[in-house]
């Protein structure tokens, strides 16, 4: 049997671009980094309330950086890929309101923002990740056999190759039934 690899590698040849997996898994771990290391900024110096501030750029940015990672990697529209960019926009526009009103306007003021940056912050991540789901939820090349299936069946160094259209395979495998069986069927044809 084939590795999965190797099955796929035709349906997978346009979108296994090495820079485009590079890239992505850079973003990825680049928002990896900025949360851990606002996680330990707060964690170390939990009383400082500039160590707050940069926390919350370094997590506030970190998030984004990931979704847009993950739209890098996969195989998305380019409308997806603008609604993910446009998400990483305006939540990279809350971090830098949060920049500027933490921590003198953010609570217990007479005109806090920490509401209304949080908003922003959180629009902006909810567009991200409404356009990472849509082209997670329309990514179907590894199930969708484009029309015919293809089988090569190896028998004693002899390989025959046998095509059934996805209605009939799916009437064949559907039950469930012993894959000799099908494999007979097909052969029969």
């Known amino acids: 049997m084939t590795s999965l690899d190797e099955a796929y590698d035709r349906k997978w040849s346009g979108l296994r671009n090495p820079r ?88 217990r003021t007479a005109d806090p923002l920490a509401f209304e940056t949080m908003m922003l912050y959180g629009l902006g991540c909810a567009i991200a990740l409404w356009f990472v789901f849509s082209t997670i939820a329309t990514f179907r090349l590894r199930n969708n056999p484009q029309g015919t299936v293809r089988l090569e069946v190896v028998r004693q160094g002899e390989t025959q190759t046998v095509e059934v259209s996805r209605d009939r395979y799916r009437q064949m495998v559907s039950d469930g039934g012993d894959a000799r069986a099908v494999i007979r069927e097909l052969e029969d044809r």
């Open 20 to 107: 485009r997996v590079g890239g992505g898994l850079v973003l990825v771990g680049a928002g990896v980094l900025g949360v851990v290391a606002a996680m330990a900024l707060v964690g170390f110096q939990a009383d400082s309330t500039t160590a707050k501030q940069y926390a919350g750029v370094a997590a506030g940015l970190g998030v984004p950086a990931m979704l847009l990672g993950v739209a890098v990697v996969l195989p998305a529209s380019r409308r997806a890929r603008a609604g993910v960019v446009l998400g990483s926009l305006v939540s990279g526009a809350g971090v830098a309101l949060f920049w500027q009103v933490y921590p003198a306007r953010w609570t």
